[in-house]
């Protein structure tokens, strides 16, 4: 079995519609020019605590959540105008494989994405899959720390573009 892949792409069905939540949401960050943060999501523990980590983070200014979902698979919506329109998109993926990133890469130029493998930032659960193996508390304190070491180096980072703008 093979362990690499070629880039390859996937067919999605069409949708009607939007979410209204999501486009009124959406329509509100645009405005505020808040900077989209997306993430890793799903029943494996890493995925979780990148999860748990963005949501940590998008409470910080100027930061809010992006739905991954909606971004890249309701391509006419209000949240998709927002990530691609966005001078800087914040990528918090659970491990190595970077699934969620190798899909914004094509969806917005690279140059505007922050990437951050949050697994490098707590290494513990790697011989695990299963969330629930990890007990919640711990899994909110471990994102809580991975947060806590993305925050600061987040805020350096806007406020040096904020000073490329201007200076």
């Known amino acids: 079995m093979s362990t690499a892949t070629k880039d390859f792409t996937l067919q999605v069905d069409g949708v009607k519609g939007v979410c209204p939540a999501g486009e009124a949401w959406a329509e509100d960050k645009i405005l505020r020019k808040k900077i989209p943060v997306l993430s890793c999501e799903g029943p494996c523990i890493r995925g979780e605590i990148a999860r748990l980590a963005a949501n940590r983070v998008a409470k910080e200014e100027p930061f809010a959540r992006a739905c991954y979902a909606e971004t890249f698979l309701v391509p006419y919506s209000s949240m998709t105008r927002w990530v691609k329109e966005a001078d800087t998109v914040v990528m918090i993926d659970g491990c190595f494989l970077n699934c969620l990133g190798r899909v914004l890469n094509n969806f917005v130029d690279e ?18 899959f299963d969330m629930d193996d990890v007990p919640e508390a711990e899994r909110i304190a471990t994102a809580e720390q991975v947060a806590g070491k993305i925050i600061p180096n987040l805020r350096d980072i806007v406020a040096s573009e904020k ?5």
Not at 111 to 128: N, R
Not at 163 to 167: I, K, T
């Open 111 to 128: 140059k505007k994405i922050i990437h951050i493998d949050a697994l490098q930032l707590y290494k513990k659960y790697t011989d695990l």
């Open 163 to 167: 000073n490329d703008d201007y200076g």
